[in-house]
C-alpha cells in the first residue's frame, strides 16, 4: 500500500508537538498575570472590553476563535474513536471510565462545597475539566522518566474528557434558545452531513459552510464553539476506502494545518486574555469563597480521587489493565496533573458566572490556584516516582 508521509523536520516536529503547546500556553498565562498586576492594566481591561463590529475582543477570542479550538478538539475525538487509541472497547475503558472519574469527582466536591450557596451552584463544572497541554507539557519537561504508556493515557483521557466538557457546555450553558437558528443550524448540518455520504472531500466547501453554522449556532443561545465540534463530525476521514491512515485524507490534513494555529495562536491569546486577574484586590474572605474554594478544591482533590480511584478499582476488578511499566505512584502522579484544569476551567467559568466580574475573579483564582499546586504537586510525585524503577 502506498504511503503518503509528510516530511519531517524539527520545525514541525516543534509545531505538532502538545507539549510544546503547553509551555508557550503557561508562558501566556504567567504574562497575563503580570500585565493585570502592572502599570499597564487599565490599557489591558480596556482593550478585551474594545468593541470590534458586533462583540467585544475579549468576545472575538472566546466565540470565534476559541471555535477553532474546538474544531481540533472535535477532529481529534473523531480520529481517536475511529483510528487510534480509542478504537476498541478494550482502549476506550480505562481511559474512559479514568475520565469519568475525573469528570465526576470534581463536580462533586464543588457542588459540596457551595451545597449552602445556590446562586454559586451553576459553577459544578468548572474543575471538571482537564488541560491536556497543559499537562503533556508538564511530563515534556519530565522526558524519559516517564513511560510513553502514561502519555498515551493521559492523552486518550483527556480526549474523553474533552468529549464530556463539550457535551456539558451544550446541554447545561446554553442560553434562551432561538428556534429558528436552531433550525437553520440543523440545515446547515445537515447539509455537511450530507456532503460526507456523498463522497466530497473538497475541504474549502466544509470549511465555508462551517463557517454559516458557527454564525447560526452563535445566534441560537447554544454558544458558539459547539459549531466546531459539530462540523469535526462531518469531517472525511479517509479520502479511499481501505486506506484508515491515508494523511491525504481531509480530517488529516484539517488536523495537521490547525495543529500550529491552535497551540502557538488561538490558546496562548485565549490564556493572555482570560488569565489575567488582578491580585490587588484579592482578601483572604475572597480565597475562602465557596467559588474559589470549590474550584480549587475541586481541581485539587476531586481531580486525583475520581482519577486515580476509577483506575484502581478497575484494574483491581480485573476489567482493564494499567498502562505498561508504570507504577502506581506515577499513575497517582499523573492523576494529579489531570488537575491542571487551565483552559476549558476558565472557560466553562466564563460560561457560568457571564456578567458576574466578582465571580469571574474568583473563578480565576480557584482555577490558578488549583492548577498550579496539581502541577507542582503531580512534579513532585512523578520524580520520586521515578527513581524506583517501575515493575513492568
Request: hydrophobic share 55%; net charge positive.
Amino acid at each position: 500500500m502506498r504511503q503518503y508521509p509528510r516530511p519531517a523536520s524539527v520545525l514541525r516536529s516543534l509545531l505538532t508537538n502538545e507539549a510544546s503547546g503547553g509551555l508557550v500556553l503557561m508562558a501566556s498565562a504567567a504574562l497575563a498575570l503580570v500585565v493585570a498586576n502592572s502599570a499597564l492594566a487599565p490599557g489591558y481591561f480596556a482593550l478585551l472590553q474594545t468593541y470590534v463590529g458586533p462583540l467585544s475582543l475579549l468576545h472575538w477570542v472566546n466565540d470565534a476563535l476559541m471555535a477553532l479550538f474546538f474544531l481540533l478538539v472535535g477532529l481529534e475525538i473523531k480520529r481517536e474513536l475511529l483510528d487510534g487509541r480509542l478504537r476498541t472497547w478494550p482502549d476506550r475503558i480505562l481511559p474512559g471510565v479514568a475520565a469519568l472519574g475525573g469528570m465526576a469527582g470534581p463536580a462533586l466536591v464543588y457542588t459540596a462545597v457551595n451545597w449552602s450557596s445556590p446562586e454559586t451552584l451553576r459553577g459544578w463544572a468548572i474543575p471538571a475539566a482537564t488541560d491536556i497541554a497543559f499537562a503533556l507539557g508538564v511530563l515534556a519537561l519530565l522526558g524519559s522518566r516517564v513511560p510513553v504508556s502514561l502519555k498515551i493515557f493521559l492523552t486518550a483521557l483527556a480526549i474523553v474528557d474533552d468529549l464530556g466538557a463539550v457535551l456539558i457546555i451544550a446541554v447545561f450553558y446554553t442560553a434562551d434558545l432561538s428556534v429558528g437558528m436552531l433550525g437553520a443550524a440543523a440545515l446547515v448540518l445537515a447539509v455537511l452531513l450530507g456532503l460526507n455520504r456523498a463522497g466530497v472531500t473538497r475541504l474549502p466547501v466544509y470549511l465555508a459552510l462551517g463557517l454559516v453554522l458557527w454564525v447560526f449556532v452563535l445566534r441560537s443561545g447554544v454558544h458558539a464553539t459547539v459549531a466546531g465540534v459539530l462540523l469535526a463530525m462531518t469531517i472525511p476521514l479517509r479520502a479511499s476506502p481501505g486506506r484508515p491512515e491515508d494523511v491525504t485524507s481531509p480530517l488529516h490534513r484539517l488536523e495537521h494545518g490547525l495543529h500550529p494555529w491552535s497551540a502557538f495562536l488561538v490558546l496562548p491569546i485565549f490564556g493572555f486574555a482570560n488569565a489575567g486577574v488582578s491580585l490587588a484586590g484579592v482578601t483572604g474572605e475572597m480565597l475562602r469563597d465557596p467559588v474559589t474554594l470549590g474550584v480549587a478544591l475541586g481541581l485539587f482533590l476531586g481531580k486525583q480521587i475520581g482519577v486515580f480511584g476509577f483506575v484502581v478499582a478497575i484494574v483491581k476488578l480485573g476489567l482493564a489493565q494499567k498502562p505498561a511499566h508504570a507504577s502506581w505512584g506515577q499513575i497517582y502522579g499523573v492523576s494529579l496533573l489531570c488537575g491542571i484544569g487551565f483552559t476549558m476551567s476558565l472557560f466553562i467559568g466564563l460560561l457560568a458566572f457571564a456578567g458576574s466580574p466578582e465571580r469571574e475573579a474568583e473563578t480565576k483564582i480557584g482555577v490558578l490556584a488549583g492548577t498550579l499546586v496539581c502541577m507542582a504537586l503531580g512534579t513532585i510525585v512523578l520524580l520520586l516516582s521515578s527513581r524506583r524503577k517501575a515493575p513492568a
